[in-house]
């Protein structure tokens, strides 16, 4: 299994600020991604953050308001860019592990509150 | 597209069995998943079955697969206080990678 660990926990932001949120794996993964959940709500891939290129991202999210780093095989980070309180989210990081189940372990989450 | 569907509320009392359900729309999925999801933490995998198993027992969790009804249940036996919780059932994507995930079934476990 892997183990998942994101800073920071939560945040309160000002509108029109940005925050980054760094996530960090104990072990070499295949995969890592993004994804954010709302209050109440499911969770909604944002991207899959690939390692040495682009990020890939999902419809209704763009590069420019989440912009995603994965310089190696266990890290990424995940900017949430001129917030709105619209962004106030947890946003989850994730990574699978490489197995035939491609089992999928997430993060604590990061709880953010945009003022 | 790929969707998940979960009943959202379930309330048992303390020591009965808890049945969640799910229903999903893609046919080719190899395998699906069960997330457990507490107060104020991330999601915690609990089990995942194989698509050609129709049954997957882990200590007090049952899984049961309807590949036919594209039908997922997950069972609680002796349902605690410690198992109250956001349940989530989960898929792969079309493109085989990330999950997709239903709305989550809140369990409410009264002593």
């Known amino acids: 299994s892997a183990v998942i660990s994101q800073k920071p926990s939560r945040d309160i932001c000002q509108r029109g600020t940005s925050l980054t949120i760094q996530c960090q794996v104990d072990?070499?993964?295949?995969?890592m991604f993004w994804y954010r959940q709302q209050p109440g709500q499911s969770l909604t891939l944002i991207a899959t953050?690939?390692?040495?290129?682009?990020?890939?991202?999902e419809s209704g999210f763009v590069i420019d308001k989440f912009p995603i780093s994965r310089p190696n095989l266990t890290f990424s980070t995940l900017t949430v860019s001129n917030m709105s309180p619209e962004d106030s989210s947890i946003y989850l990081c994730s990574a699978t592990s490489g197995d035939l189940a491609q089992t999928q372990y997430f993060g604590p989450g990061t709880r953010l509150l945009v003022l | 597209g790929e969707d998940v569907e979960q009943s959202l509320f379930l309330s048992v009392r303390e020591g009965d069995s808890s049945v969640i359900n799910c229903t999903y729309t893609?046919?080719?999925?190899?395998?699906l998943y069960w997330y457990k999801q507490e107060p104020g933490a991330g999601l915690q995998l609990l089990t995942y079955i194989f698509s050609n198993m129709d049954m997957k027992q882990d200590q007090r969790l049952t899984v049961l697969l309807n590949k036919k009804d594209k039908h997922l249940s997950l069972r609680i036996a002796d349902t605690q206080t410690g198992d109250s919780a956001i349940y989530f059932c989960?898929?792969?994507?079309?493109?085989?990678?990330?999950?997709?995930f239903g709305k989550g079934t809140t369990l409410s476990v009264s002593s």
């Open positions: 953050a690939n390692q040495g290129s682009e990020a890939t991202y």
């Open positions: 072990s070499q993964v295949t995969m």
């Open positions: 893609d046919s080719s999925s190899t395998y």
């Open positions: 989960a898929d792969h994507n079309q493109a085989g990678t990330a999950l997709i």
